[in-house]
T-cell receptor, first 115, second 113 residues
Framework: AQTVTQSQPEMSVQEAETVTLSCTYD???????LFWYKQPPSRQMILVIR??????QNATENRFSVNFQKAAKSFSLKISDSQLGDAAMYFC????????????FGTGTSLTVIP | ETGVTQSPTHLIKTRGQQVTLRCSSQ?????VSWYQQALGQGPQFIFQ???????GRGNFPPRFSGLQFPNYSSELNVNALELDDSALYLC????????????FGPGTRLTVL
């Protein structure tokens, strides 16, 4: 089974500053998808950003961008101009493109935004 | 457009009992996945239903079972509850296959005493 590792249980950032959350994964496959999900204290998880492994260009969504390093199996999330509403648990997730529909999640990083 | 809903919000059961959790998928979505999220952990895949058929299963024992109905809503049933079954159970629906995006419900918090 694939494993997803988030080595930062907690992170904090000053409002308006930039923070980077780390994620590494282990797979022998070449075709897959990577995701960052946000889970605010209200619990409903929402998709932040998605990256297809076959794409070399890093995905961006407004203030959110990723640094996808396929050879290093690294997929970090950068949040620019951090806002109070960004405070949440962030989960990195992996899905194979070929071997089923199971998503593998990391253990999460709790992000605190300091006013 | 109504999002994914789950019921009940909270549930307390005792060891050995059985429980049924319910999920209404987002309109137009034919795929439902269930996850168990223990405290301080990421979600763990239990199983997925696509057009009323099981379409993948994680590493969970057979006492975890499910159903998907013609309207694509779904149930998760857990028999012979154990203390370790205490967790947040998340349902996620998707508009089809392949599964590139999931929309999560708010979850059901199950406590087993």
């Amino acid at each position: 089974a694939q494993t997803v590792t988030q080595s930062q249980p907690e992170m904090s950032v000053q409002e308006a500053e930039t923070v980077t959350l780390s994620c590494t994964y282990d797979t022998s496959e070449s075709d897959y998808y990577l995701f960052w999900y946000k889970q605010p204290p209200s619990r409903q998880m929402i998709l932040v950003i998605r990256q297809e492994a076959y794409k070399q260009q890093n995905a961006t969504e407004n203030r959110f961008s990723v640094n996808f390093q396929k050879a290093a199996k690294s997929f970090s999330l950068k949040i620019s101009d951090s806002q109070l509403g960004d405070a949440a648990m962030y989960f990195c997730a992996y899905r194979s493109a070929n071997t089923g529909n199971q998503f593998y999640f990391g253990t999460g990083t709790s992000l605190t935004v300091i006013p | 457009e109504t999002g994914v809903t789950q019921s009940p919000t909270h549930l307390i059961k005792t060891r050995g009992q059985q429980v049924t959790l319910r999920c209404s998928s987002q309109s137009g979505h034919n795929t439902v996945s269930w996850y168990q999220q223990a405290l301080g952990q990421g979600p763990q895949f239990i199983f997925q239903y696509y057009r009323e058929e099981e379409n993948g299963r994680g590493n969970f024992p057979p006492r975890f079972s499910g159903l998907q109905f013609p309207n694509y809503s779904s149930e998760l049933n857990v028999n012979a509850l154990e203390l370790d079954d205490s967790a947040l159970y998340l349902c996620a629906s998707s508009p089809g296959q392949p599964l590139n995006e999931q929309f999560f419900g708010p979850g059901t918090r199950l406590t087993v005493l």
